[in-house]
């Protein structure tokens, strides 16, 4: 896919919902900051010294050498694009919301499935993540490592025997890795078990973030949990230490869905069939109305109280019913009671093909 495509389409591979665990884990992120050695980090760069990192990503991505590591990557100045084309790639999670800040020194670069991007000039002169579908962080982290190694065939990256890879942020020294899931938990909610588990969470030296990250809410039940710890442990514990708590969290959650099913059977089953109803045939709805109805929909197909709605459908209408893409579909800009009209319309449309 082009970058031009990836703008135009809603979907990515990691909304398949065909991973493993994919009913509660929507999705895993494993992504890397480096450096470029003797180059202030971003926040200290002035134009020249930006184009001058944005040059070596450039030579390094078409390095022939390295191009089976990297498998075919396009580079895009954020400048480039327009201001809906580039909320686009946030809504569809391939760049943070931060890299839309001062855009004219910054690069993305993409990978043709869209498993890979590149943040270029955000926190730091490379984010290099990999996004994968269900809990797939071990596979997530490979993608990202032969990417580095690709990379570092050319690039020299700023990297200290004693504590490892430099960071423009003390919190990313060392292996400069964040590895996250983003998880749906509308039983632990339900069941008023969610406050606790989180806490737990951040107990046991994890953050737990919302829909787009850093500062943002948790929208339709969904969570972002990522380690807090990038220094004094590797790669691997890293990894390893996030899957186990995920599938722990995981287990709670089935627990907390079948206690609901066995004690409170018709609340969940009217709150599965309103919200198909209200996703159905309403007029008016609001994107936080929508994620809520979602969340619902959700929970009643991975607890199969409903069945002929794909989960896949569910992951890119998250990303067609926010306001970028609304803009994009309707070729204007709408008022926000216009996007609720033209959003309610759009879901009407998808769920009259339904075989439900
Ligand atoms: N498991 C995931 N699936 C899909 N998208 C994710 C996942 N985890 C994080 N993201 C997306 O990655 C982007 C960055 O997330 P976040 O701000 O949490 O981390 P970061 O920028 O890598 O770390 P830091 O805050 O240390 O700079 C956001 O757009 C977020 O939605």
Aim: with cysteine; net charge neutral.
């Amino acid at each position: 896919m082009t970058l031009r495509e990836t703008v135009n389409n809603a979907h990515s591979h990691w909304m398949d919902a065909d991973g493993p665990e994919s009913e509660i884990i929507i999705s895993s992120r494993v992504r890397v900051a480096r450096n470029l050695a003797g180059i202030p980090f971003p926040h200290l760069l002035n134009k020249e010294n930006s184009e001058k990192v944005i040059h070596a990503v450039r030579l390094a991505i078409s390095n022939k050498e390295a191009s089976e590591l990297l498998g075919g990557l396009e580079l895009s100045s954020l400048g480039e694009l327009s201001p809906l084309e580039r909320q686009i790639l946030v809504d569809k999670h391939l760049i943070s919301p931060d890299l839309l800040n001062d855009f004219q020194r910054k690069a993305v670069v993409l990978r043709e499935d869209e498993v890979v991007s590149i943040m270029v000039n955000e926190e730091d002169h490379l984010r290099i993540q990999c996004i994968l579908p269900g809990l797939q962080l071990k596979e997530a982290w490979d993608v990202v490592n032969r990417v580095d190694d690709g990379l570092e065939k050319t690039l020299d990256y700023a990297f200290s025997e004693k504590v490892g890879y430099l960071t423009s942020c003390p919190t990313n020294v060392g292996t400069g890795m964040r590895a996250s899931v983003m998880i749906h938990l509308p039983g632990l909610k339900l069941a008023k078990q969610l406050a606790g588990v989180l806490n737990a969470i951040n107990k046991l030296g994890l953050t737990v973030r919302g829909l787009y990250g850093e500062g943002t809410e948790a929208l339709g039940d969904l969570f972002q949990i990522s380690n807090q710890i990038t220094l004094g442990q590797s790669e691997e514990e890293i990894i390893n230490n996030l899957i186990s708590i995920a599938r722990q969290i995981l287990a709670q959650e089935q627990a907390a869905r079948r206690n609901l099913y066995k004690d409170r059977r018709e609340v969940i089953e009217d709150r599965v069939f309103r919200a198909f109803g209200a996703l159905k045939y309403a007029r008016i709805l609001s994107s936080e109305e929508a994620m809520r109805l979602f969340s619902d929909l959700r929970l009643g197909v991975e607890m199969k109280i409903i069945s002929g709605i794909p989960v896949r459908l569910l992951n890119e209408l998250m990303v067609k019913i926010r306001p970028a893409f609304i803009t994009k579909m309707a070729g204007r800009e709408l008022t926000p009671y216009q996007r609720d009209i033209f959003r309610a319309g759009l879901i009407r449309r998808e769920f009259a093909n339904l075989p439900v």
